[in-house]
């Protein structure tokens, strides 16, 4: 399956961002697709994901309570709304793939297939 993140862009503080992954080439609701982003200097890092069929999400931390992933696997694309933004959510936004149990949502290692990810950058 081949990834396209879009959507980020320059915000204030505050604000908010959706931003977009949409995927080609194979049946999507075959995949557990997960949000990492990594900010400069820094390593990746988990954000969220969601279950095959959208029922199930989980959260990083510092997204709980600000951040939203859903999908929609008619358009074959996965969301993430980002809600209060923070000068510290600022980083490059990656979607990523994974056809393995929901039990490996959060580990980076486990995923299969990666985008390109997209900018995000919060001004204070």
């Known amino acids: 399956v081949q990834l396209q993140a879009s959507g980020g862009g320059l915000v204030q503080a505050g604000g908010s961002l959706k931003v977009s992954c949409a995927a080609s080439?194979?049946?999507?609701?075959?995949?557990?697709v997960g949000w990492f982003r990594q900010a400069p200097g820094k390593e990746r890092e988990f954000v969220a994901a969601?279950?095959?069929?959208?029922?199930?999400?989980t959260y990083a931390d510092s997204a709980k309570g600000r951040f939203t992933i859903s999908r929609d696997n008619a358009k074959n694309t996965v969301y993430l709304q980002m809600n209060s933004l923070k000068p510290e959510d600022t980083a490059v936004y990656y979607c990523?793939?994974?056809?393995?149990?929901?039990?490996?949502?959060?580990?980076?290692?486990?995923?299969?297939?990666w985008g390109q990810g997209t900018q995000v950058t919060v001004s204070s």
């Open positions: 080439g194979r049946t999507f609701s075959h995949y557990i």
């Open positions: 990523a793939a994974n056809t393995k149990v929901w039990s490996t949502r959060n580990q980076e290692s486990q995923y299969d297939y």
């Open positions: 969601i279950s095959r069929n959208g029922g199930s999400t």
